[in-house]
């Protein structure tokens, strides 16, 4: 997950456990407002209540201020939340990690985490899951290299990490990408041909 220049991106790996689920009914990616999207990682049960209880936090905002909920502020309250779970040993904490993406009219493209003990921050780019570290290595140096990503740019190093972290090739039914821009603020879904027309774009330049 990752910012550029005016673009904001999730990549994620799709896991179908069962040969018969449905495969479109599997998913980490979710919408918490029109402008604001997520990933979230963990036991899902966990993840499902914490994006509900988010969704609920930005529509309340919505119906009281009449303007979509900052993400930054959004991460913070769901931040503050999980803190409260730390502090009472009646109630353990979500095994739920989030990731928030949006485009901030004055801060541009965002990207925030939010841990289960309740700590948030805004990111450059960052990786959550078993691979975490090989990817946040990854893009470590590549931002070094070069930070002004343009919108494609981001998309495909944002599905380079991830088939970094991975150590295979990946398709398009393997992957969620989602993203945010200064062009189209809305939290939007690739389909699986523009995630194909990525993965050919990396094919060839490697």
């Not at 990682?41 to 914490?50: A, L």
């Not at 965002?110 to 450059?124: C, I, L, Q, S, T």
């Not at 990854?138 to 990503?149: R, Y």
Request: contains cysteine.
């Amino acid at each position: 997950m990752m910012d550029g220049i005016d673009t904001a991106v999730i990549a994620v790996q799709k896991r179908v456990p069962d040969s018969l689920i449905v495969a479109e009914s599997v998913t980490s990616i979710y919408n918490l407002s029109p402008t604001v999207g997520c990933c979230a990682i963990g036991m899902i049960p966990d993840c499902k209540f914490q994006v509900r209880r988010a969704q609920m936090e930005a529509a309340q905002w919505k119906y009281q201020n009449g303007y979509d909920m900052p993400c930054e502020l959004l991460a913070k309250r769901m931040a503050d939340k999980n803190q409260y779970y730390t502090q009472n040993a009646e109630m353990r904490s979500l095994g739920c990690a989030m990731i928030m993406i949006s485009f901030d009219d004055e801060d541009g493209a965002v990207v925030f985490k939010v841990d289960p003990a309740g700590y948030y921050r805004g990111m450059k780019a960052v990786s959550v899951g078993v691979k975490q570290v090989t990817a946040s290595s990854f893009l470590e140096k590549k931002i070094k290299k070069k930070s002004d990503l343009n919108h494609d740019e981001t998309i495909q190093l944002a599905i380079e990490a991830l088939q970094s972290s991975l150590g295979i090739e990946t398709r398009s039914k393997d992957l969620e990408v989602v993203v945010v821009s200064k062009k189209d603020k809305k939290f939007t879904k690739l389909t699986n041909d523009q995630v194909d027309h990525h993965l050919n774009a990396i094919a060839n330049r490697d």
